[in-house]
């Protein structure tokens, strides 16, 4: 019998406003933190970090490895200001354990370029004014990056009228394949400027 | 989130019988939906079992002309396959409408099909929820229901279950493979995956404690033309009001899945006898003994129009 049975049980026979109590807030009982070590190379450098294995791949990067262009918006993988690249590819890092990417490389914004040397997309988000606040471009810059590498590998997206032919880069292409990467600010027409401008540039 | 040990399963009988020693144990494979239910501790394992590690993930032509799919597929590869796009494009689809590029590139194929309910009470810790707290109530029932089931609902639990790709995999006629701790495997068709919530909606599968999903099987290749159509609130990165899976052939003939409707994945195989007849007569089939609330009986006919301009689309 788990927490939730023996909470279920207790309700069951007992009055009306402990049972509402007992589905209000459920206090649980946190436990001990547990400590694992993982180790992976962020942005061509290796880490060895022993963490609290609730860590996710999002906090290890901010606090601490002091990574803080990636950003936290959501915490629940409904915003994209996470966004980081694992082995290459683009994912929230607010929902996945630093510890399940034992052995992954990880690249985040400050991984793409540097002030003196811009990634050609970091380049054009300046060039376009694709943002505003700037607190989703990290992820924006790191979405964008992928989407067209995606395009090029051929993997199709949900407005992609043929499923087995060549992928375009297109608007519409774009702004489906960036959806999610969420903008307050409305940046989004100048985004896909930026990217239509690099992908013009990588031919 | 509450405190837990972590391991990372050597082989699938090890993740098995690993997650039937602690009751308190959960699979983890691409983590977007456990981690998020895990912050809100509406998910509370003391154990992760993270099956990252088994491999499982590849597409392998079967002895029948079909697929094997590998429970950890990815949701990107999954769509990108060749022979998926060319033989089952309902389920690259399905794939594609659903969630976020970033989101499919880590979410799984057995992770998608035992994804948990998007019922806004059911995420909100401060509300009863049957599905949640056994016994405490459902406040869907008399709450905000617009996007919550209208078939295949009971008197305790109202809620969808809200995966597209497990709709396209039902039309498809697949089958789930599994391993149990005691080293067995099974065979369970999809459309007996997903339990109907009945008295007990925290029961949510035909999976026994421990049990691994290992892979999803499709039959040989159906031809026919193959739509999915998702009705949504927005026009990507939002889950279905209502979807359509269908694989139509030349004659009218086909078969038909719902999605954004029911507790699972929504196919009467006895409607499908209607599809030549039309939507009408499918959709009032498919809808035997449905139960909306005011706020989402405009599920009917909008899955009635959709059927109807799928079934046009699959003429023309
Ligand atoms: C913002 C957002 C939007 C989304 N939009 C959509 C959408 O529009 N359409 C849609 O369909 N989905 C959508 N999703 C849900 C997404 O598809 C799921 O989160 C994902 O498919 C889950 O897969 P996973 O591998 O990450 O599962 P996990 O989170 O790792 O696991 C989910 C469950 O499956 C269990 N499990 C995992 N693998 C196995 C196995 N091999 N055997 C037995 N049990 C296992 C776990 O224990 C857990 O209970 C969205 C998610 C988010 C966060
Ligand atoms: S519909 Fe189901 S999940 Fe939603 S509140 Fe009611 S019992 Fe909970
Ligand atoms: S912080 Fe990860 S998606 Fe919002
Ligand atoms: S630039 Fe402000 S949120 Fe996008």
């Given at each position: 019998m788990?927490?939730r049975?023996l909470?279920?049980?207790?309700?069951?026979?007992?009055?009306?406003?402990?049972?509402?109590?007992?589905?209000?807030?459920?206090?649980?009982?946190?436990?001990?933190?547990?400590?694992?070590?993982?180790?992976?190379?962020?942005?061509?450098?290796?880490?060895?970090?022993?963490?609290?294995?609730r860590?996710?791949?999002?906090?290890?990067l901010?606090?601490?490895?002091?990574?803080?262009?990636?950003?936290?918006?959501?915490?629940?993988?409904?915003?994209?200001a996470?966004?980081?690249?694992?082995?290459?590819?683009?994912?929230?890092?607010?929902?996945t354990?630093?510890?399940?990417?034992?052995?992954?490389?990880v690249?985040?914004?400050?991984?793409?370029g540097?002030?003196?040397?811009?990634?050609?997309?970091?380049?054009?988000?300046?060039?376009?004014?694709?943002?505003?606040?700037?607190?989703?471009t990290?992820?924006?810059?790191?979405?964008?990056?992928?989407?067209?590498d995606?395009?090029?590998?051929?993997?199709?997206?949900?407005?992609?009228?043929?499923?087995?032919?060549?992928?375009?880069?297109?608007?519409?292409e774009?702004?489906?394949?960036?959806?999610?990467?969420?903008?307050?600010?409305g940046?989004?027409?100048?985004?896909?400027?930026?990217?239509?401008?690099?992908?013009?540039?990588?031919? | 989130?509450?405190?837990f040990?972590?391991?990372?399963a050597?082989?699938p009988?090890?993740?098995?019988?690993?997650?039937?020693?602690n009751?308190?144990?959960k699979?983890?494979?691409?983590?977007?939906?456990?981690?998020d239910?895990?912050?809100?501790?509406?998910?509370?394992?003391?154990?992760?079992?993270?099956?990252?590690?088994?491999?499982?993930?590849?597409?392998?032509?079967?002895?029948?002309?079909?697929?094997?799919?590998?429970?950890?597929?990815?949701?990107?590869?999954?769509?990108?396959?060749?022979?998926?796009?060319?033989?089952?494009?309902?389920?690259?689809?399905?794939?594609?409408?659903?969630?976020?590029?970033?989101?499919?590139?880590?979410?799984?194929?057995?992770?998608?099909?035992?994804?948990?309910?998007?019922c806004?009470?059911?995420?909100?810790?401060?509300?009863?929820?049957?599905?949640?707290?056994?016994?405490?109530?459902?406040?869907?029932?008399?709450?905000?229901?617009?996007?919550?089931?209208?078939?295949?609902?009971?008197?305790?639990?109202?809620?969808?279950?809200?995966?597209?790709m497990?709709?396209?995999?039902?039309?498809?006629?697949?089958?789930?493979?599994?391993?149990?701790?005691?080293?067995?495997?099974?065979?369970?068709?999809?459309?007996?995956?997903?339990?109907l919530?009945?008295?007990?909606?925290?029961?949510e599968t035909?999976?026994?404690?421990?049990?691994l999903?290992?892979a999803?099987t499709?039959?040989?290749?159906?031809g026919?033309?193959?739509?999915?159509?998702?009705?949504?609130?927005?026009a990507?990165?939002?889950?279905?009001?209502?979807s359509?899976?269908?694989?139509?052939?030349?004659?009218?003939?086909?078969?038909?899945?719902?999605?954004?409707?029911?507790?699972?994945?929504?196919?009467v195989?006895?409607?499908?006898?209607?599809?030549?007849?039309?939507?009408?007569?499918a959709?009032?089939?498919?809808?035997?003994?449905?139960?909306?609330?005011d706020?989402?009986?405009?599920?009917?006919?909008?899955?009635?129009?959709?059927?109807?301009a799928?079934?046009?689309?699959?003429?023309?």
């Open positions: 788990n927490r049975d909470i279920a049980a207790a309700g069951a026979c007992a009055a009306l406003p402990s049972m509402v109590g007992a589905a209000r807030g459920q206090p649980v009982p946190i436990g001990e933190p547990v400590r694992a070590s993982v180790s992976f190379r962020v942005n061509g450098a290796g880490h060895h970090l022993e963490l609290d294995t860590t996710t791949l999002l906090d290890a901010r606090e601490h490895l002091k990574l803080t262009g990636t950003k936290k918006g959501c915490d629940h993988g409904q915003c994209g996470c966004t980081v690249l694992v082995d290459g590819q683009r994912i929230n890092s607010c929902l354990l630093a510890v399940m990417n034992q052995g992954s490389e690249t985040t914004i400050e991984g793409l540097s002030v003196d040397n811009l990634h050609p997309m970091q380049a054009a988000f300046v060039k376009h004014d694709g943002f505003q606040c700037g607190y989703c990290p992820g924006q810059i790191c979405s964008a990056v992928a989407v067209l995606e395009i090029k590998a051929g993997i199709p997206s949900h407005v992609s009228a043929d499923l087995e032919g060549a992928m375009a880069v297109s608007e519409a774009l702004r489906e394949r960036m959806s999610g990467n969420i903008c307050r600010c940046a989004y027409s100048n985004i896909v400027e930026a990217m239509t401008d690099v992908a013009g540039r990588q031919g | 989130m509450r405190a040990t972590y391991e990372k050597a082989s009988a090890e993740a098995a019988t690993a997650a039937a020693r009751a308190e144990a699979f983890v494979a691409g983590g977007t939906n456990l981690l239910l895990m912050k809100l501790q509406i998910e509370t394992p003391t154990h992760l079992i993270d099956v990252n590690g088994l491999g499982l993930d590849t597409i392998e032509a079967t002895p029948e002309g079909g697929l094997r799919i590998g429970a950890m597929v990815r949701n990107t590869a999954l769509a990108a396959d060749a022979r998926v796009r060319r033989d089952y494009a309902v389920l690259s689809r399905a794939l594609l409408a659903g969630a976020s590029g970033q989101l499919r590139n880590r979410a799984t194929t057995a992770g998608n099909l035992l994804q948990r309910t998007r806004p009470y059911f995420y909100d810790t401060a509300q009863p929820c049957n599905k949640r707290q056994p016994g405490s109530g459902c406040s869907a029932l008399g709450g905000f229901s617009r996007q919550l089931g209208v078939v295949g609902t009971s008197d305790s639990c109202i809620a969808t279950h809200p995966s597209d497990a709709v396209a995999m039902r039309v498809l006629d697949a089958t789930v493979e599994t391993v149990k701790p005691d080293a067995s495997t099974r065979s369970i068709p999809l459309a007996g995956l997903h339990r919530p009945g008295s007990t909606p925290h029961l035909a999976l026994e404690p421990g049990e999903i290992t999803v499709l039959p040989k290749p159906a026919g033309r193959h739509i999915y159509r998702k009705v949504r609130d927005r990507s990165y939002a889950f279905a009001l209502i359509v899976a269908a694989v139509i052939q030349r004659d009218g003939r086909g078969k038909v899945a719902l999605g954004g409707v029911a507790p699972k994945p929504w196919r195989e006895a409607a499908e006898a209607e599809l030549p007849r039309g939507a009408k007569a959709a009032k089939a498919m809808f035997a003994g449905a139960r909306p609330t706020e989402n009986a405009f599920k009917l006919p909008l899955v009635e129009r959709t059927l109807a799928v079934l046009a689309e699959a003429r023309g």
